[in-house]
């Protein structure tokens, strides 16, 4: 099982807002697949699979803020 942690893309960043999952729970993902869309400062960056595995359980819903190094979801 691995976590899937809100990454800090620039010094600055703090927390990001999860724009748009582009896989759901149940489904297989291979390590660098993009998972979802996060957006920081105005700028949105593609969230990356840090493993290879099936998402088990999303943590965090489109809309949400969340802090640096919090999980967003997890791969089994």
Do not use: Y
Not at 39 to 45: D, G, I, Q, W, Y
Not at 50 to 55: A, L, R, T, W, Y
Not at 63 to 75: C, L, M, S
Request: hydrophobic letters at 45%; zero cysteines.
């Amino acid at each position: 099982m691995v976590e899937v942690i809100m990454p800090r893309m620039d010094p600055e960043m703090r927390e990001g807002r999860i724009v748009e999952w582009l896989k759901n729970e149940g489904d297989e993902v291979k390590e660098g697949d993009v998972i979802a869309r996060v957006e920081a400062e105005k700028v949105v960056f593609d969230l990356e699979a840090p493993k290879s595995g099936i998402i088990k359980k999303i943590l965090a819903n489109v809309g949400d803020v969340v802090p640096v190094g919090k999980a967003v979801a997890i791969i089994e």
